[in-house]
């Protein structure tokens, strides 16, 4: 297919941005052996900056080949609807009035069961909440799950190989956990509508092999972990103001109507700012909102939303070429270099797709979910939350291949069945 120049300028500006997104640890590391610059290198080190300041540099090159208001025209064009969910998300599922009420039920079933502690919520936490998300959608799931395994593995203790086995399997569990329902997935959202997949379809044909593939990751990532947990401490503070079961109630129905109004932003952005207010007006009962980090976060996808939609050209020929198998391979590919709900969306462009090519291109995407920081919606939002308990505070992408590349196997194998 013959390429415009703008189309050949945002596949290089596309290809830009994975080399700078594998090589942001490198930035971290300048960064200390050059303090005089050191801020310019911490921002060129931020993952969740990379691609934003890529799509700035799309858009600066569409008006300089083209016109200002093409430009414009383009950047308008795009749908911000899931940058804008995953910060409001973020930013509602952090509050310290969820977070504790869901670790004082996983507190409740560690201690229920004769187990140490530390060992079992690390593995509801790799296991159960990503499971969760099929309910309460992957970006909150991503959000609860990385809050709760901060302090048990992406700590100072465990070693760093460790740590990156840990977060590829929460990568991906989170990535195929989400696919009991219709809703919940970015690239299952993405389908549902246009090929008739309902929630019922979800948990009989995906559900129960992610559900396999989630609990046999995080059981085998438990035992490599089992020593350095059991020198780990179950996070338990005891605030000056503890959080009435009200208050707790309440954030809980403020993430309810986020998620049930996902597709809608003039909704769910109300409500957000309705949330705020009451954070405001109960404010002994709240930590510091994540505002930082979910406005980061939103910054990485939304600036994923201006590039990605500029490689449709090259993406779709080799989607709709590929025969099931090889689709799915390819899907699961594809998705490690471009995220997961962009590739399913241009499939269900494809006319006459066949239902077993349609399981496949599904299948191979959601399978590939942890391998890179953009291959799914929410995993910009774990790197925020744990980057932390990284060397540098940063986030190897190498790293995090090679620690998601045993879940991708399960994942894979799982659907393969």
Same mark, same amino acid.
């Given at each position: ?15 830009? =941005? ?42 600066? =090159? ?19 609807? %899931? ?44 296991? +159960? ?71 019922? $379809? ?65 909704? $769910? ?13 109960? %404010? ?6 994540? +505002?930082? %980090? ?37 899907? +699961? ?31 191979? =995407? ?26 540098? %505070? ?9 620690? /998601?590349? /045993?879940?991708?196997?399960? =994942? ?6």
């Amino acid at each position: 297919m013959q390429a415009t120049a703008i189309q050949t300028t945002a596949a290089i500006l596309f290809a830009l =941005a994975l080399i700078h997104t594998f090589a942001a640890k490198w930035f971290e590391t300048l960064a200390h052996r050059h303090p005089r610059h050191a801020g310019l290198f911490h921002i060129l080190g931020e993952v969740e900056v990379v691609f934003g300041l890529w799509a700035f540099v799309l858009v600066v =090159a569409m008006a300089l080949l083209g016109s200002g208001k093409e430009a414009l025209d383009y950047a308008e064009s795009r749908h911000y609807t %899931e940058p804008l969910f995953v910060f409001v998300v973020m930013v509602v599922a952090a509050s310290r009035p969820v977070l504790e009420l869901v670790q004082g039920l996983l507190s409740a079933i560690a201690r229920a069961l004769p187990l140490p502690t530390p060992l079992v919520l690390t593995w509801l936490g790799l296991a +159960l909440v990503p499971l969760l998300g099929s309910l309460i959608t992957e970006p909150a799931a991503m959000t609860l799950a990385a809050l709760i395994l901060a302090p048990l593995v992406f700590r100072q203790g465990p070693p760093e190989w460790l740590k990156y086995a840990a977060l590829g399997v929460l990568f991906v569990n989170v990535s195929i956990g989400g696919t009991l329902t219709s809703y919940a997935a970015p690239p299952v959202l993405m389908v549902a509508a246009a090929w008739q997949w309902d929630s019922s $379809f979800m948990a009989s044909t995906f559900g129960w092999r992610a559900a396999v593939a989630v609990l046999v990751n995080a059981t085998v990532m438990v035992f490599c972990l089992r020593k350095h947990l059991l020198a780990a401490q179950a996070p338990s503070r005891r605030p000056a103001h503890a959080v009435p079961l009200v208050v707790s109630l309440i954030h809980l129905g403020f993430l309810a109507a986020v998620v049930v109004f996902a597709h809608h932003p003039v909704v $769910f952005i109300g409500l957000f700012l309705f949330f705020i207010g009451y954070t405001q007006a109960y %404010e002994r009962f709240q930590n510091p909102l994540i +505002l930082k %980090e979910g406005l980061l976060v939103g910054f990485f996808l939304a600036g994923l939303v201006v590039l990605g939609g500029m490689q449709q050209w090259w993406l779709q020929p080799i989607v709709s070429s590929l025969a099931p198998t090889a689709l799915f391979f390819g899907a +699961l590919g594809l998705t490690a270099i471009t995220d997961n709900a962009a590739l399913t969306y241009l499939g269900s462009l494809i006319q006459g797709i066949s239902p077993q090519s349609q399981y496949m291109l599904v299948a191979g =995407a959601v399978a590939g979910g942890g391998l890179t920081v953009i291959a799914n919606a929410p995993n910009p939002a774990g790197v925020a939350l744990l980057r932390r308990g990284f060397n540098d %505070e940063s986030i190897s992408a190498l790293g995090l291949l090679a620690g /998601a590349a /045993a879940p991708t196997v399960v =994942a894979a194998v799982m659907f393969l069945v």
